[in-house]
């Protein structure tokens, strides 16, 4: 597990980032959802992604899945924020990070290789030691045969974690893996694309319909549609 530089002069004192290391509990109280910077998929989430509790994002390739991880992620940092990003193929490009106002000095980035286990352990640690607004796990395109061999246990000790906590955790792939710990589930699914007129091959808007299929707070069934100009 590699993780990028994170200046403690710029960010101030991080609390401790171990397994071990576990915040005192406590409800997160009435603190809001953590916002996802797009007002249609907030409505549809009531707010955002709950405190306390894991998300989960899931679509395939294209669908829109990584410009929702990083506009979440870019909405904490740009609020003054910390957030991580455990990013389980190495699939983060930095350049189109800040170009959508992430603010990298407040990102913690661990870089997994592609080893599911080391993610998985990378985001309890994060999770227990407390200090991050949003904790985000990306999965990539891992596929079905891989995610499958991750124990439900796994998933049950992460939702003790973050519980409690006014840390929002959310899991990005192909697929959902967290079952019933999950609270609220979205899955993204491509639309047709819009092309510019006057010119041959200009892509103009790209659409993505954002369905809630789980929830604990709301009856699941609703979509809306998240539009992506070129």
Request: glycine share 14%; proline share 7%.
């Amino acid at each position: 597990m590699s993780v990028s530089r994170v200046d403690l002069a710029e960010l101030g004192a991080l609390p401790a980032v171990a397994p071990f290391v576990v915040r005192p509990g406590g409800a997160p109280g009435r603190l809001p959802p953590a916002a996802t910077g797009l007002p249609s998929l907030d409505a549809l989430l009531g707010g955002g992604f709950s405190r306390g509790r894991i998300s989960e994002v899931v679509g395939p390739r294209g669908s829109g899945r990584t410009s929702v991880l990083l506009g979440s992620l870019a909405r904490a940092t740009g609020d003054g924020a910390l957030a991580a990003l455990v990013d389980v193929t190495d699939r983060l490009d930095p350049a189109s990070a800040r170009a959508v106002g992430l603010e990298l000095g407040r990102l913690l980035w661990v870089r997994c290789g592609g080893d599911l286990r080391t993610a998985i352990q990378a985001a309890d640690a994060i999770v227990r030691g407390g200090g991050f607004d949003l904790v985000t796990v990306d999965l990539g395109e891992l596929p079905p045969w891989r995610l499958q061999r991750i124990p439900a246990a796994a998933f049950v000790r992460l939702q003790r974690a973050v519980e409690g906590t006014p840390t929002a955790l959310v899991l990005a792939g192909s697929r959902r893996v967290a079952g019933s710990m999950a609270a609220a589930a979205v899955t993204l699914s491509r639309t047709r694309p819009r092309w510019h007129r006057g010119g041959p091959g200009l892509l103009g808007v790209l659409a993505t319909e954002a369905r809630l299929v789980r929830s604990r707070e709301r009856a699941p069934g609703a979509s809306v549609a998240l539009v992506w100009k070129a």
